[in-house]
């Protein structure tokens, strides 16, 4: 996964540092930008053209679904990877429908995130092993 820009769009600075720290510690030449919300997540996504985006649901400003809809407009080739703890089948549905090409929870992002962001990369889906029955399963408590 060498040399992937990747943009990580999620307002709650622990999980950015997160992210970054996973990436740091593959030793791969992954180049990461941050926005705190939805219209900043456009704004670099036009700038940078990212190869990956990774959207949380809940952001200030717009939230992922609609930042999702106007990316696609401005950054045709970025492929959309939702990270969010939210299980509900709509929330993964209206992810795919806004245009993501996946959607993991974060709570399997040290198991899930690199192999995600790899096979979006390669223009496959991808959904959380947990989520695997993802159309049957319920949302609990965000």
């Known amino acids: 996964m ?3 820009k990747i943009l990580v769009v999620d307002d709650f600075l622990p999980w950015q540092q997160f992210v970054l ?14 926005a705190a919300n939805g219209s900043e997540a456009i704004q670099k996504a036009q700038e940078l053209q990212p190869d990956v985006i ?8 717009m939230n992922g679904f609609e930042a999702t809809r106007k990316i696609r407009f401005v950054s045709l080739r970025s492929k959309i990877l939702f990270v969010s703890e939210r299980r509900s089948r709509d929330y993964v549905q ?3 429908d ?3 090409a996946g959607y993991i929870l974060k709570s399997d992002a ?4 690199l192999q995600g962001i ?3 990369k390669t223009g496959q889906q991808f959904v ?10 319920s949302d609990p408590a965000d």
Request: proline share 2%; net charge negative; glycine share 8%.
């Open 21 to 34: 720290e996973m990436f740091q510690s593959q030793g791969d030449a992954n180049i990461v930008y941050f």
């Open 128 to 137: 959380s092993q947990s989520l695997k029955d993802w159309d049957k399963s």
């Open 2 to 4: 060498s040399h992937t």
């Open 118 to 120: 790899a096979t979006v």
């Open 110 to 113: 040290d198991s899930d995130l």
């Open 98 to 100: 806004a245009g993501a």
């Open 94 to 96: 209206g992810a795919f």
């Open 54 to 61: 990774l959207m949380d649901i809940g952001l200030p400003v």
